[in-house]
């Protein structure tokens, strides 16, 4: 078996690696958006806890 049939992959080529490269993007781009979203509700925590205090 060549490299070509390998990556070919009886036809079926462009779907399976364009599944892998989209698997990989969203297994990069997730961590990314749920660090996003850790550091807002932080913030927003943040914010709460302060405003409590603030009416004491």
Same mark, same amino acid.
């Given at each position: 078996?060549?490299?070509?049939?390998?990556?070919?992959?009886?036809?079926?080529?462009?779907?399976?690696?364009?599944?892998?490269?989209?698997? #990989?993007?969203?297994?990069?781009?997730?961590?990314? #958006? #749920?660090?996003?979203?850790?550091?807002?509700?932080?913030?927003?925590?943040?914010?709460?806890?302060?405003?409590?205090?603030?009416?004491?």
């Amino acid at each position: 078996m060549s490299a070509a049939e390998f990556f070919a992959m009886g036809g079926y080529g462009f779907y399976v690696w364009g599944s892998f490269g989209v698997t #990989l993007l969203l297994m990069v781009v997730e961590p990314m #958006l #749920l660090k996003g979203r850790r550091r807002a509700i932080q913030k927003r925590i943040a914010r709460m806890a302060r405003a409590k205090v603030g009416e004491r």
